[in-house]
């Protein structure tokens, strides 16, 4: 910072002001470029001189060698990149994509070689289905084990019944069969049949 004089006696000073003589165009230059910034002059310059400061460059010929130079780096490091990516693409090429044309090739030729010409496969359009609106003779197959379960205890209790049967034979009359059955037993049949 510079030195201030303030009343007779020199303090270094933050936030004061110096006046520095410049020429009046360049004067007119920094107020315009400083507007383009929102910023005072002070902030302005101050921003400039740090930004030459930290970047190392010289405004009188060498700031732009440097930038130049540090271009012309980064466009080295961006080419390395480049090579690399195709480095990799053509090795892709060479293990992957080329021997997969190959096989491709060979069969067409040999599809082509045996004699048939490659038809386009006509195109089929799915009509639209109505069937499931008719009545179908299929059973579910936990339905059907259910119903052919019912079947077998319907069938024994039928030979139950059967065995229970016995020819009567009277005296006068024709001859009936008799079942020998409980009341009980004839009020569930009768139950199950309804």
Sequence with gaps: MEKQFTNGRTKKGIGGYSNITVNKETATRFRSYSKKFNKSNSEVLDGMVQYFKENNLDPFGEGAKVILESIKKLERQMMKKFDRLIAIIKNMEKTSIRPTYEMMLILYEAYVKDGRKPRPEPVKIQE?????????????????DRILHEFKEYKKHCNEILHNVEKVEPMMGKPYLKINMGIEDFENLKYQLK
């Design 128 to 144: 639209e289905r109505m069937d499931f609106l008719k009545p179908r003779n299929t059973v579910p197959k936990v339905e059907h």
